[in-house]
Nanobody, 115 residues
Framework: QVQLVESGGGLVQAGGSLRLSCVVS????????MGWYRQAPGKQRELVAR???????YYADSVKGRFTISRDNAKNTVYLQMNSLKPEDTAVYYC?????????WGQGTQVTVSS
């Protein structure tokens, strides 16, 4: 069974940066699209960025121009570089496939942005 392990979160001041990592226990080479999701308290989980096997990326409007998603198939790892962080970016961040048949969710990594 594939496991997802997210890391890199923390407490940062507004305007700061964090780099999240997601290590997938199995190979991601054949996974077309991987994504980063987030869930803020009292809100539904939302997709904020995704990347296809050919490195095509998509970003939610709320993070466009500030976040960058990347993938290293050799390391079975997906990254999310987050710059110019805002208090509204505070959430638990998760990675997973995008589309049908998602993997079981990992524990996520908490990102807290103070104003």
């Amino acid at each position: 069974q594939v496991q997802l392990v997210e890391s890199g979160g923390g407490l940062v001041q507004a305007g700061g940066s964090l780099r999240l990592s997601c290590v997938v226990s199995g190979s991601i080479f054949r996974i077309n699209t991987m994504g980063w999701y987030r869930q803020a308290p009292g809100k539904q989980r939302e997709l904020v960025a995704r990347i296809t096997s050919d490195r095509t990326t998509y970003y939610a409007d709320s993070v466009k121009g500030r976040f960058t998603i990347s993938r290293d198939n050799a390391k079975n790892t997906v990254y999310l570089q987050m710059n110019s962080l805002k208090p509204e970016d505070t959430a638990v961040y998760y990675c997973n496939k995008v589309g049908a048949l998602l993997f079981s969710w990992g524990q996520g990594t908490q990102v807290t942005v103070s104003s």
